[in-house]
């Protein structure tokens, strides 16, 4: 492989590749959370005896993402869009070795089940592999190739499908999401909305309605990539991949 083919490739794999984001049409956002099953207080109870035995006393809020599955982030927060999420940990006792943020860091990964992306992330790992430049030169972005696969547009009509069933319309993730972004910034540039959204502020009955429509369709939106999203595209990459 050329230099330049090599470079491309590379550029391409940051593209194609799912670990900073997704491909926008699956992962048009990241939730504070990486879990799907339990519930948050079984990870919240998990996450506090990891962090004592290891010293640190702490005590993790009931709202805190960190203790949350996908799915109750999701019904809490929507997509952190209008709806303000929090972080709520008190550390009562910790060591004076600078070492609470790693700790934190290693429990997270110990007590937290697999997220439901972590399927897709490893299909992606497996495309990526087998990537060729012309691969790189026929595509512009990740969209148009993940698209482009058989199968894969099936998998996207059918999340649309999946959440036209609860009354969200939108052809991809990303637009469910910027549905919503879209009227917090309307409502925002209106003066209707406090610029904090603290806890603490009255909240406009317009900004309480769309909270509400954001958990559902935050929710809809997470519960349709895991039944028909992901395995569709698991699938087409998989099968692109045993061509190669």
């Not at 290693?106 to 972590?118: G, N, W």
């Not at 409502?187 to 900004?207: N, Y």
């Amino acid at each position: 492989m050329s230099k330049n083919e090599n470079l491309k490739r590379r550029k391409f794999a940051g593209v194609v590749g799912v670990a900073a984001a997704g491909v926008a049409i699956v992962a048009s956002v990241q939730y504070a959370s990486a879990g799907s099953a339990g519930s948050g207080d079984d990870l919240r109870a998990g996450l506090e005896r990891c962090l004592e035995a290891r010293g640190h006393v702490v005590a993790i809020g009931i709202k805190n993402p960190m203790a949350m599955t996908e799915a109750e982030y999701a019904r809490e927060f929507g997509y952190g869009v209008s709806v303000p999420v929090y972080n709520e940990m008190a550390v009562n006792e910790t060591k004076s070795d600078g070492s609470f943020a790693r700790d934190l860091t290693s429990c997270l990964d110990a007590t937290k089940p697999q997220s439901p992306e972590a399927g897709l992330r490893a299909a992606f790992g497996r495309l990526e592999s087998v990537l060729t430049a012309d691969d790189t030169r026929r595509f512009a972005d990740r969209d148009e190739f993940v698209l482009s696969l058989p199968g894969a547009r099936d998998a996207l009509n059918s999340w649309s499908r999946c959440v036209a069933a609860t009354g969200v319309r939108a052809s991809s993730p990303a637009e469910a999401e910027e549905s919503i972004r879209s009227k917090f910034d309307s409502l925002a540039a209106s003066d209707k909305v406090p610029l904090t959204r603290g806890s603490s502020e009255r909240v406009s009955s317009s900004l309480a309605a769309l909270q509400a429509e954001e958990r559902a369709i935050a929710s809809a939106d997470l519960e349709c990539r895991v039944a028909n999203l992901y395995p569709g595209l698991i699938d087409a990459i998989d099968q692109f991949v045993k061509t190669r």
